[in-house]
T-cell receptor, first 112, second 113 residues
Framework: DTAVSQTPKYLVTQMGNDKSIKCEQN?????MYWYKQDSKKFLKIMFS???????INETVPNRFSPKSPDKAHLNLHINSLELGDSAVYFC???????????FGPGTRLTVT | GENVEQHPSTLSVQEGDSAVIKCTYS??????FPWYKQELGKGPQLIID?????GEKKDQRIAVTLNKTAKHFSLHITETQPEDSAVYFC????????????FGTGTRLTVIP
């Protein structure tokens, strides 16, 4: 059983397009996250969503917007894609406060 | 905000030897320190974590030590095996609320058979 799943696994698109990445967790967790991993493998938190409270990393451009239709899903929408958005994006979820974060398999976004 | 530094960036060891990866953090309020292993093409997976109320934790061949005063923590892998080859990340967080984690820059461990 997949705990945290993401679709698509690969996404290739052109500059200026708008795209979405979907994330679903079947763990019943209350908190979900989006991370960006750049070409040097650096993992950086983008958003956390905990009980309908969105906490945004202030360095994330407002072209990025997370949307949570329900507790099990946290999708990532990106408008006006730029070359620098190319990276691997990971969704994660966490159950108990201070508990382990479970990561999805990642979505490799390539902007050409 | 929190700043986590990790060393070394690459590490090669012979099979059976030990590997040590070190991290430092800047925010004295951080109290949760997980270590993640990332294999090629996969998401990070937790291998061990430690909280600030203990100084050491061990799970079979893996151990983590924490020095709160010096604000550093280390991962120790003994009797390394080729399947230990991966990128390892340390992280620090406050363990409350959303518990955002701040990751180190990763260590690529290669175990040579």
């Amino acid at each position: 059983d997949t705990a945290v799943s993401q679709t698509p696994k690969y996404l290739v698109t052109q500059m200026g397009n708008d795209k979405s990445i979907k994330c679903e967790q079947n763990l019943g967790h209350d908190t979900m996250y989006w991370y960006k991993q750049d070409s040097k493998k650096f993992l950086k938190i983008m958003f956390s969503y905990n009980n309908k409270e969105l906490i945004i990393n202030e360095t994330v451009p407002n072209r990025f917007s997370p949307k949570s239709p329900d507790k099990a899903h946290l999708n990532l929408h990106i408008n006006s894609l730029e070359l620098g958005d190319s990276a691997v994006y990971f969704c994660a979820s966490r159950g108990t406060p201070g508990g382990e974060q479970y990561f999805g398999p990642g979505t490799r976004l390539t902007v050409t | 905000g929190e700043n986590v530094e990790q060393h070394p960036s690459t590490l090669s060891v012979q099979e059976g030897d030990s590997a040590v990866i070190k991290c430092t953090y800047s925010d004295s309020a951080s109290n949760y320190f997980p270590w993640y292993k990332q294999e090629l093409g996969k998401g990070p997976q937790l291998i061990i974590d430690i909280r600030s109320n203990v100084g050491e934790k061990k799970d079979q061949r893996i151990a983590v030590t924490l020095n709160k005063t010096a604000k550093h923590f280390s991962l120790h892998i003994t009797e390394t095996q080729p399947e230990d080859s991966a990128v390892y990340f340390c992280a620090a967080g406050k363990g409350t609320g959303a518990n955002n984690l701040f990751f180190g820059t990763g260590t690529r461990l290669t175990v040579i058979p």
